[in-house]
């Protein structure tokens, strides 16, 4: 029984579905929203102000490498939710600005739950073997793979990827550091 412990799809005895149609559950037990309605949460009460963030009097040139390389990390550490945010945000952009990319996901999200229900009518068999949750999502992606090629998923995954790392990446090196962080980070010499 230990395939079954590890099935995303199966519901433990007392555990609530989190959704159901007709006393059967179609959202796989991880993609609860409650799970991401957490995750959300955590980092938006991690934001530091937007206006900080974004002060440009607090934005100068680096005076060498050594400088550099403690503000990114400081800015990495203290900007991590702000940075995720701008990171979704690019994501969301990128999804509406491409009507075939939003097309893709939509066959995508749609070849996944026509398996899925199909799959808790009955056991799905493929070949003479049960298929499981992760087979379903292997599935259901190799149905819509030719649809995300068309929409230029992979051109939208480089931009996205480049656009942050750009937009962070120049956050992070020039925003100067507050006092106290950088009396935290002096190093002292060898």
Same mark, same amino acid.
């Given at each position: 029984?230990?395939?079954?412990?590890?099935?995303?799809?199966?519901?433990?005895?007392?555990?609530?579905?989190?959704?159901?149609?007709?006393?059967? =559950?179609? !959202?796989?037990?991880? !993609?609860?929203?409650?799970?991401?309605?957490?995750?959300?949460?955590?980092?938006?009460?991690?934001?530091?102000?937007?206006?900080?963030? &974004?002060?440009?009097?607090?934005?100068?040139?680096?005076?060498?490498?050594?400088?550099?390389?403690?503000?990114?990390?400081?800015?990495?550490?203290?900007? =991590?939710?702000?940075?995720?945010?701008?990171?979704?945000?690019?994501?969301?952009?990128?999804?509406?600005?491409?009507?075939?990319?939003?097309?893709?996901?939509?066959?995508?999200?749609?070849?996944?739950?026509?398996?899925?229900?199909?799959?808790?009518?009955?056991?799905?068999?493929?070949?003479?073997?049960? &298929?499981?949750?992760? =087979?379903?999502?292997? !599935?259901?992606?190799?149905?819509?793979?030719?649809?995300?090629?068309?929409?230029?998923?992979?051109?939208? &995954?480089?931009?996205?990827?480049?656009?942050?790392?750009?937009?962070?990446?120049?956050?992070?090196?020039?925003?100067?550091?507050?006092?106290?962080?950088?009396?935290?980070?002096?190093?002292?010499? &060898?």
């Amino acid at each position: 029984m230990a395939g079954k412990a590890a099935d995303p799809f199966s519901i433990d005895a007392g555990e609530q579905p989190a959704m159901s149609v007709a006393g059967r =559950h179609w !959202l796989p037990r991880g !993609l609860s929203g409650s799970v991401a309605k957490e995750w959300f949460e955590r980092r938006r009460m991690a934001i530091r102000p937007w206006a900080g963030f &974004v002060d440009q009097r607090r934005f100068s040139k680096p005076r060498n490498f050594g400088e550099l390389c403690q503000r990114v990390v400081r800015n990495l550490d203290t900007y =991590h939710s702000n940075y995720t945010f701008i990171f979704l945000g690019l994501i969301l952009y990128c999804i509406i600005s491409s009507p075939m990319l939003l097309l893709a996901l939509a066959v995508f999200v749609g070849a996944f739950y026509i398996i899925h229900l199909k799959s808790l009518e009955s056991k799905l068999v493929l070949f003479g073997r049960e &298929v499981t949750g992760v =087979h379903q999502l292997s !599935l259901a992606g190799a149905m819509s793979s030719p649809v995300f090629w068309l929409a230029g998923a992979g051109t939208a &995954v480089f931009w996205v990827l480049g656009a942050t790392l750009a937009v962070i990446g120049s956050h992070a090196a020039f925003r100067e550091m507050d006092g106290a962080m950088e009396e935290e980070l002096m190093m002292e010499p &060898v």
